[in-house]
């Protein structure tokens, strides 16, 4: 692996680099923009860490090596293992499982039993990247494995896991053929973190209905004695490049220019998703086209945005999503364009950061329509772009955004009838209303940024640490 060791190494299924080709024809690695590399760098560099990942391609072999100073440890896969372990296990059986069965899960033993070859491998590297005594942090649910294979390996260090999706309910977890092993995987760590209270709720209904281990208020009871740490952490954005970007005269222009080539509508939707079946997007198509259908909505007023970015293309059910919506895009335009004014105007593409922020200036309502969404972050950054403290984000209860952003219009996305009405009235909210609301969501976002959350769940590690061997000081046992 890497001779040098570190004193804390992040675990996770992708690098956070992209692999982009230079003018030579060489490989260069750009560091992605996700929030996870913002709220990690400031550690990454004052504490000497390490980052294992994949690179994101099939059968790419790749020594250590450094982009931007974060230290990166690549994990090689094959195109069985991306097929078996990726496509198939973490996004065909555990991300519809997780996220409440809106696609049927598929069950295979083979995509199981490359799950279990991949979670060794990355915990091996990790294992052999970190210093003694040091921190290794896993996450999500691609790798629910790792914190008990490398306690195996590496007894000394101090291991978190923060899972961003769902943990369902034990009625849906119960379904998993290695429910048991997964659950076992997981309490490997001395902190495991979810996305809301509800998660973590599940999580110690299903050790204790399959383990059958004492469970407190937020901990675990362990065989071994240990008493992991089971408790809400959520997750946020890196705001300032956000509030950045939408002070700049030229992003602000873009806006502008925006609405232009759109045809100047009264109001401008959005949405932005990956292209995934838990987000909700039909929903929301269908709720615009029937207020369209009714005449309640023209196209010359209101216009709808969809950014849906590719995701997994190569999972069937993603495919079948991606034709059924446009589909339904196809269908409604075909009934309500103009010569001058769309719809909706679908980009099945990824844009630049820029581009997203000038799109958030442009957009007089925001929806976010998810069906299960451990978080959703695009409501966040939403919010962190309208420093004009105008523009309404609608926002489906079943996000884990909706627990911190009350002052949201709430949707129910499944009810079709009560998703056109608050369309509507986010369309009209008089400019009091708006600032009143996105007064108390920005104060909440501004707050609460990725910073905070790293920072809370990395104090929670260090306390983890200082209590090792120490008895549960007495917790209450939970009925
Ligand atoms: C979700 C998951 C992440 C994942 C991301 C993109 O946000 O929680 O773990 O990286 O989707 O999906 P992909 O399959 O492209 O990594």
């Known amino acids: 692996m890497t001779s040098r060791q570190a004193e804390f190494v992040v675990v996770a299924n992708r690098l956070p680099v992209d692999r982009v080709i230079g003018p030579d024809g060489e490989d260069i690695w750009r560091t992605s923009p996700g929030g996870l590399v913002a709220a990690l760098e400031p550690v990454m560099h004052t504490v000497d860490g390490a980052w294992v990942g994949w690179p994101g391609q099939a059968d790419l072999v790749l020594e250590p090596f450094e982009a931007n100073g974060i230290r990166l440890i690549p994990i090689a896969l094959s195109e069985q293992e991306v097929a078996e372990y990726y496509e198939g296990f973490s996004n065909d059986t ?22 279990v070859t991949v979670n060794r491998r990355f915990a091996e590297a990790a294992a052999s990247a970190v210093a003694e005594n040091g921190t290794v942090w896993v996450h999500d649910y691609q790798l629910q494995l790792v914190p008990a294979m490398v306690r195996e390996l590496r007894p000394d260090v101090t291991i978190g896991y923060f899972h961003h999706i769902p943990f369902p309910a034990h009625g849906l977890y119960a379904q998993l053929p ?4 997964v659950l076992q995987g997981l309490l490997g760590a001395d902190v495991i973190g979810f996305q809301r209270a509800q998660d973590a709720t599940n999580f110690h209904t299903a050790v204790r209905r399959r383990l059958h281990h004492e469970v407190r208020a937020s901990s675990v009871d362990t065989p071994d004695g240990r008493w992991p740490l089971v408790k809400a952490f959520p997750i946020s954005i890196d705001t300032t490049p956000y509030r950045e970007l939408a002070q700049r005269p030229d992003i602000r222009a873009r806006a502008v220019e925006i609405r232009q080539e759109l045809g100047n509508p009264r109001r401008i939707l959005l949405g932005v998703d990956r292209l995934d079946y838990t987000k909700g997007i039909r929903h929301r198509i269908k709720a615009y086209g ?8 023209s196209v010359e007023d209101v216009t709808f945005v969809q950014v849906a970015s590719p995701s997994r293309e190569r999972v069937d ?6 034709d059924e919506i446009e589909l339904s895009v196809a269908r409604i335009n ?18 630049p950061r820029e581009e997203m922020v000038a799109l958030y200036l442009a957009a007089d309502v925001m929806l976010v329509t998810a069906l299960r969404d451990g978080m959703n972050l695009v409501a ?19 996000t884990g955004a909706a627990d911190e952003l009350r002052s949201a219009v709430r949707v129910n996305p499944h009810d079709i009838e009560g998703l056109k009405e608050a ?8 400019p009091a209303e708006q600032g009143r609301r996105m007064r108390a969501l920005r104060k909440r976002v501004l707050e609460h940024d990725v910073r905070a959350w790293s920072t809370s769940f990395l104090d929670a590690l260090a306390a983890a640490r200082a209590r090792r061997g120490a008895p549960h000081p007495q917790g209450e046992t939970e009925s």
Do not use: C
Request: a negative charge; hydrophobic letters at 40%.
């Open 94 to 115: 555990i991300w519809p499982l997780y996220h409440d069965v809106i696609a049927p899960p598929q069950f295979h033993r083979e995509w199981w039993e490359a799950y």
């Open 178 to 181: 290695w429910r048991d092993q």
């Open 290 to 297: 029937e207020l369209l259908d009714q005449g309640r909505l």
């Open 317 to 322: 059910a993603y495919v079948h999503l991606r």
């Open 334 to 351: 075909g009934d309500h364009d103009t010569t001058g004014h769309t719809a909706i105007r679908y980009l099945h593409q990824g844009f």
């Open 380 to 398: 966040k950054e939403y919010v962190a772009t309208r420093d004009d403290n105008r523009g309404v984000l609608v926002l489906s209860e079943f």
């Open 423 to 430: 369309i509507l009235a986010a369309i009209e909210m008089p």
